[in-house]
């Protein structure tokens, strides 16, 4: 079968992988599910749950998609898109997209692993399910005790929920169903032993991070699928940017993203989301305060100034010195 979605450049030239959609399936209205394969039925790259794939449609911005089946299987990649109103790729995967065609993909890549712990508390808001799913089943393979929140509008909107009930103790939390959710309540006290994963849209996410201020650092993990909000007008500043590597020294503009102003000085630096969620586009730091606003660091990580996402985050003070 011809390409539904022709891919723009060749993966022999871009380093990208071609895979085939096996299968399409809905998993909830709204949201569709595809089985990918490799193109020349080889086996896939091993990934852990957690992580991720860069999906590149012809005409379409770079999306990232968790991938959300058994991590055991070398021959299928399966990923879920939630159709979005206006949104270019999962308007394409939805209205275009068709078993057989050929479609592009990097990764896989993981900034949400899964660590091992005795009890795990899963929290997922609708299409969130799909990095948690790969977790439920690992931490049932491990012996782990797990228990999974799943808010949704209704149990008909929740995705994946009859899989999610073979691995794991799930509470819906279904808006129709006047069953919202209490975060505050059901977060107020630390639970020993307990990894929590989070995964779900910005307002779910960051009534977690609140409830969970008083939770031991480490214990408490998120996988952002969209950048967190930011003040508008923020970071109007200018700094420099010293290369180490390079010894080239860069002014970046109010306005300019340092990824930006790298690659107007020539030094070509590896992207895909450019919006501080995927981490493709991290590096050392060497000297100076980085103003973080990426969605991927902890406040450990951030703390340590050791590593910045150059799409988003800048400088604190007048200048940073980073190993480029």
């Known amino acids: 079968m011809a390409d539904a979605l022709p891919h723009a450049m060749s993966a022999a030239v871009t380093g990208r992988r071609v895979l085939r959609v096996k ?48 991590p055991a299987r070398r021959d299928t990649w399966r990923v879920a898109v939630r159709e979005v109103p206006g949104g270019r790729v999962s308007g394409l995967v939805h209205k275009a997209l068709r078993p ?14 899964f660590v091992a712990a005795p009890r795990y508390l899963f929290i997922a808001g609708g299409i969130g399910i799909t990095p948690i799913l790969p977790m439920l089943r690992a931490a049932r393979l491990a012996g782990a005790q797990a228990m999974l929140l799943f ?19 799930v509470v819906t939390h279904c808006a129709d169903d006047g069953t919202r959710l209490d975060v505050a309540a059901r977060l107020a006290t630390p639970e020993a032993d307990t990894l929590v994963y989070c995964c779900g849209p910005e307002r779910l996410m960051n009534a977690v991070e609140q409830a969970t201020a008083a939770w031991p650092e480490g214990s408490v993990r998120f996988e952002w699928f969209t950048p967190r909000s930011r003040p508008e007008g923020e970071g109007a500043d200018a700094f420099e940017v010293v290369c180490a590597q390079s010894g080239l020294t860069l002014k970046v503009a109010p306005g300019v993203s340092v990824l930006q102003a790298l690659r107007e000085a020539g030094l070509d630096r590896p992207s895909s989301c450019e919006q501080g969620v995927c981490g493709t586009c991290e590096c050392r730091v060497l000297e100076g305060e980085v103003d973080h606003r990426d969605s991927i660091l902890s406040a450990s990580e951030r703390a340590a100034n050791d590593v910045m996402m150059t799409c988003v985050s800048r400088a604190k003070g007048a200048r940073l010195v980073l190993d480029i």
């Open 100 to 113: 057989g065609a050929l479609i592009e993909a990097e990764g896989p890549r993981n900034n949400f692993l």
């Open 23 to 70: 299968r399409m399936t809905w998993e909830s209205p709204g949201v569709v599910s595809l089985d990918l394969v490799a193109a020349d039925g080889s086996a896939l790259p091993a990934w852990e749950p957690g992580a991720h794939i860069d999906l590149h449609l012809a005409g379409a911005p770079v999306r990232q998609y968790s991938l959300c089946g058994d």
């Open 151 to 169: 808010c949704a509008r209704s149990a008909a909107d929740a995705p994946f929920l009859a899989e999610a009930r073979e691995f794991a103790e």
